[in-house]
């Protein structure tokens, strides 16, 4: 078995058992333990885990970035549920909103099936289905089709997505510091995250408690840039002190 072909069961694996020991892996794949030990080192250099004694264990702020659309709904749905809530008042006169691909934007996307003259821009599949029976005008960027998020994304999406203009932009991210700014796990979806703030007159930010504190891949935006941060449960005095600061209206 190639390398790259190796390396992918292994990203598979961890994704669906969070470890691995490199005894079974040799066993499994018929390659020896040192080759093995190989393959961990280099994932481990890309971040998707992160080697222990005997095996490794996947890097939690990568681990969610190749779990299908529909088992990453599922987690937290309280809290998405509850962030989704919040975030519909920031919607009150506004009538062209973005959203991305994310699980908690499809919660707030749920909300509005009886709202009248709406537009809504996204990279979302998932909303089609979810708008079908609404008077909602759901308008698509087009582009790649990633099948583990159900999103359209790459530099067709980002283009297409500068054609318009939108009143404000729902967002989700993977992590959020108060020194790094708004993070996400992969570049090609903050692509797209980033090409809807440009176009937006204001960026709520959907961010349950997990993800403060918490790192990331990829840097998404800066503090400054965001107008919201709407999440399920009240944060640090540090956390208002920054938002404070940066003029971010926190809601909780």
Request: charged share 25%.
């Amino acid at each position: 078995m190639a390398a790259k072909d190796r390396h992918e069961v292994i990203r598979q694996l961890l994704v669906a058992h969070q470890q691995v020991s490199v005894s079974e892996l040799s066993k499994n794949l018929g390659v020896t333990e040192e080759t093995i030990r190989r393959d961990l080192e280099k994932l481990e250099g890309e971040g998707f885990l992160s080697r222990t004694y005997g095996g490794a264990i996947i890097n939690a702020v990568r681990q969610d970035s190749g779990i299908h659309f529909y088992k990453r709904s599922d987690q937290f749905i309280a809290e998405k549920r509850s962030i989704a809530l919040k975030a519909l008042r920031l919607l009150s006169g506004k009538s062209s909103v973005a959203v991305d691909s994310s699980t908690t934007a499809m919660e707030v996307v749920k909300l509005l099936a009886d709202r009248d003259g709406m537009t809504l821009l996204t990279n979302s599949t998932v909303v089609f289905q979810a708008l079908e029976a609404s008077n909602v005008t759901v308008v698509s960027c087009g582009g790649e089709f990633d099948r583990n998020a159900l999103a359209l994304i790459g530099r067709t999406a980002e283009k297409n997505l500068r054609q318009f203009n939108v009143d404000i932009a729902l967002l989700s991210c993977k992590g959020l510091s108060q020194a790094n700014g708004v993070l996400d796990s992969r570049e090609s979806g903050a692509g797209v995250k980033r090409a809807m703030v440009e176009q937006a007159g204001e960026v709520a930010l959907l961010a349950d408690h997990s993800k403060f504190d918490k790192k990331a891949f990829v840097y998404l935006m800066g503090l400054e840039r965001l107008d919201y941060i709407v999440t399920d449960e009240e944060p640090s005095d540090s956390w208002k002190k920054t938002c404070d600061e940066q003029g971010i209206e926190l809601i909780y």
